[in-house]
């Protein structure tokens, strides 16, 4: 039995660039499983959080430590980024990359990546150059590629921003069967229905900072701060 | 004017008639600057690959030396592999002095920063859009190269084909370290020089003319070989 990678401990986690603290000092445990949901306004620091956590970003401050400590860590999880990025090759094989990395066969891996793609519902000529994609098949592309190593922590940068509501739903959907079949996901996003639908607890932040975590229902409910309520409102705040 | 269409006329002429001398002056020019190509392109594309993808001390420095390198004076690089290639050089012992093999050490030294430095912005650009991609990925430092360098196979090929161009083109060094040697060293360029100096206007631009056909017709096969512009393929 291989020992998971989480628990992810962060102790006064900051980040700062020029000069300027865009995150932190952030002090929090990761564990357990579902899925979590960063929330905030723009400019919060969700995308500096997720970013710290996958190794990303080079901390200014703090530490960040995983259950274990080895290379194991980062083949083990995985980020999708808000813009899917396209790497030059064909569709099949820019789901199949990370296992081609992994010393797979050709053979296997697009085989591999043809099966996911039929998993997740991409239902394009997967032999096509990713450019011919629409935004939600890019999107799925982009979690294909990062579900194709069956990574234990998902990490997911406002992945639907810029889909309509069938290829979000469609997201959401694949999103919920990889936390079914034990997917630790922490997504950031600005959609408060996406947030009620999938959210089994929350990370609100404000100014960079983690405000309020909690269970995602109680935080819809009853949120602690007033950041949080007027976010959750959809308040103009100056 | 009359000389241009002589020149024409005449390059017609020793096509079709596949003129031995032209046949073997061309096979010179293209075996020197091909192997040429091929040599620094080997050097050069890792090199602005590992440039592009790596941070280290002085590598605005090294940037900025490969890109004033491109401009490398062919006459100045062929007296100095000269001096090294001469009986005398550190190198004389290899008797490579006026061989094709010294012509095309002194086009390598010319190609390669221009292949390294066009090979380098490209790879910058491709690895601006890979960067986070690849670490997410946790690509080794040798797959994140192999990856960029395949993936940016189409642009390297520009940077090739600049590579060849300037050294099918070249006259200066390997007319200094080839000697051009009738059946030896001779090569296209420098027979060019040659017929001018002799006054024989026509033939000089006859070869002219081969010259150019032949760094079109290299450039398209290349295109073609690579499939550059199918767009509905990578």
């Not at chain 1, 400590?69 to 999708?80: L, Y």
């Not at chain 2, 690089?77 to 490579?96: C, D, F, W």
């Not at chain 2, 051009?180 to 631009?205: C, S, V, Y």
Request: with cysteine.
């Amino acid at each position: 039995m291989v020992s998971p990678i989480l628990p992810l401990t962060l102790d006064g986690v900051e980040l700062r660039r020029a000069g300027r603290r865009i995150l932190g000092p952030i002090t929090l445990t990761l564990g357990g499983e579902g899925i979590s949901i960063v929330l905030g306004p723009n400019g919060s620091g969700k995308t500096s959080l997720l970013r710290c956590m996958h190794g990303l970003e080079r901390l200014s401050r703090g530490s960040l430590g995983w259950n274990r400590a080895d290379d194991q860590v980062r083949a083990r999880q995985a980020f999708v980024f808000q813009t899917p990025v396209l790497m030059r090759r064909s569709v099949i094989d820019n789901i199949a990359y990370p296992l081609r990395l992994d010393g797979v066969p050709a053979g296997r891996a697009r085989r591999r990546a043809a099966d996911l793609a039929e998993t997740i519902g991409l239902a394009v000529t997967l032999d096509a150059p990713v450019q011919v994609l629409s935004g939600g098949e890019r999107q799925k592309m982009a979690l294909a590629r990062a579900l194709i190593r069956a990574p234990e922590v998902l990490f997911l940068d406002e992945p639907c921003a810029s889909l309509d509501l069938a290829s979000t739903a469609e997201i959401e959907t694949i999103l919920a069967r990889a936390r079914d079949a034990g997917t630790r996901i922490v997504m950031s996003t600005h959609n408060i229905g996406q947030a009620r639908r999938l959210a089994d607890d929350i990370l609100f932040l404000d100014h960079g900072r983690l405000i309020e975590k909690g269970p995602g229902p109680a935080f819809f409910v009853g949120p602690l701060t007033p950041q949080a309520r007027a976010h959750i409102n959809g308040d103009l705040l100056p | 004017m009359n000389d241009l269409f002589d020149g024409l006329g005449q390059a017609l002429r020793l096509l079709v008639t596949l003129d031995a001398d032209l046949i073997e002056i061309t096979g010179l020019s293209l075996r020197v600057s091909l192997g040429a190509t091929v040599v620094a392109s080997a050097i050069g594309l890792p090199l602005g690959a590992w440039i592009a993808v790596n941070r280290f001390r002085l590598r605005r420095t090294v940037i900025a030396l490969l890109n004033a390198l491109m401009g490398l004076p062919p006459v100045v690089v062929g007296l100095v592999v000269y001096v090294i290639l001469s009986r005398s050089g550190p190198l004389g012992v290899l008797g490579l002095l006026f061989t094709p093999s010294a012509m095309v050490i002194a086009q390598v030294i010319i190609v390669t920063p221009i292949i390294a430095s066009i090979a380098h912005q490209t790879i910058r650009d491709l690895w601006a859009d890979y960067h986070d991609l690849l670490i997410s990925l946790h690509a080794t430092r040798r797959q994140r190269i192999v990856t960029l360098v395949w993936d940016a196979r189409r642009g390297l090929l520009t940077a090739g084909l600049a590579g060849f161009g300037r050294a099918i083109g070249e006259v200066g060094a390997i007319m200094v370290v080839g000697g051009n040697i009738e059946h030896a060293t001779r090569a296209l360029t420098t027979a060019i020089a040659l017929e001018t100096g002799k006054g024989d206007f026509a033939m000089a631009l006859a070869l002219g003319f081969v010259l150019i056909a032949l760094a079109i017709a290299v450039n398209l096969a290349l295109h073609m070989l690579s499939g550059t512009e199918r767009s509905s393929r990578w």
